[in-house]
C-alpha cells in the first residue's frame, strides 16, 4: 500500500508555486570523487560516445537536442537524461560526462498528472498548467533559490513540449517521496506535481553536476 500522502504531499510544481519571496542561493560545491551515485562503464564505441546505462535511442535524441538548442546551451561538457520509458523504481536519471566519458545515475520521481493511477511509469506528458505532468523535451538549468520546497533550481524549457516549464515552476528539488527507502517500503517513488524531485540527500550531487546553463533532456524511448 502506497505511503498515506505519497501521492499527495507532492512537488508543488504548479504556477502558484514559483515563490514570490524566494532567496536566491549559489551552487554547492561537491569535494572531489562524489559525482557518480551508480558508476557506469563507457562503451569503446566510436564518437560520439555511448553510455552502457542509456538506451542508444534516447542518447541519441539527447544528442541531437544538444546540437539543436546550441545557440542557448552554452555549457555542452556535461548533461543528464531522463528516461521515462523506466519505472520510478529504477534509477532513470543519467549524468553523463560527455568530455570525459563517466556516467552515474539516480533516481527521480514524475508528476502526478503524467502517472494518474501510480503505477510507477509515465503513461503521458503535459505542458499545460495545472496538469500536474512531467513534461518532455531539453530543459536549461538555471538560478537556484530557497523556495517551498527548500533548496531548488529553475529551468526553461527549450522545446514547445515543456515551454511552460519557467512558469509553471517546473524545478529541481529534493523531497522525501523521491528517497531510495521509498522503493523498499512501496515499490516506487511518490509524484511531484511535474518537478523533477531527487532524494533528500542527492541534491548536492545534482546541483554541482549540472550547474548553471546545462541542459536535462526528458523523454520516452
Not at 506528458?125 to 500536474?132: E, G, H, I, P, Q
Not at 511552460?164 to 523521491?178: E, G, I, K, P, Q
Request: proline content about 4%.
Amino acid at each position: 500500500m502506497m505511503m498515506a500522502g505519497a501521492a499527495m504531499v507532492v512537488g508543488a510544481c504548479s504556477r502558484s508555486s514559483s515563490p514570490l519571496k524566494s532567496t536566491p542561493l549559489a551552487a554547492p560545491s561537491l569535494p572531489p570523487g562524489k559525482v557518480a551515485s551508480v558508476p557506469a562503464t563507457v562503451r569503446s564505441d566510436s564518437a560520439p560516445k555511448t553510455f552502457s546505462t542509456v538506451n542508444p535511442g534516447l542518447l541519441r535524441k539527447a544528442l541531437a537536442s544538444l546540437d539543436r538548442h546550441g545557440d542557448r546551451i552554452k555549457q555542452r561538457d556535461r548533461i543528464a537524461i531522463v528516461d521515462f520509458s523506466a519505472s520510478s523504481s529504477d534509477m532513470r536519471m543519467h549524468f553523463l560526462d560527455v568530455v570525459d566519458g563517466k556516467a552515474s545515475r539516480l533516481l527521480v520521481a514524475h508528476g502526478s498528472g503524467s502517472d494518474p493511477h501510480h503505477t510507477g511509469f509515465v503513461e503521458r506528458f503535459s505542458n499545460a498548467f495545472n496538469s500536474n505532468a512531467s513534461s518532455e523535451g531539453a530543459f536549461l538549468t538555471q538560478d537556484y533559490y530557497v523556495g517551498k520546497h527548500g533548496r531548488s533550481q529553475r529551468l526553461i524549457g527549450l522545446d514547445a513540449t515543456n515551454s511552460n516549464a519557467l512558469d509553471r515552476a517546473v524545478v529541481v528539488h529534493s523531497a522525501w517521496y523521491a528517497n531510495e527507502e521509498m522503493i523498499r517500503t512501496h515499490g516506487k517513488l511518490g509524484r511531484s506535481q511535474g518537478c523533477f524531485a531527487v532524494g533528500e540527500n542527492k541534491l548536492d550531487e545534482v546541483f554541482s553536476f549540472l550547474g548553471k546553463g546545462r541542459m536535462i533532456f526528458a523523454a520516452r524511448t
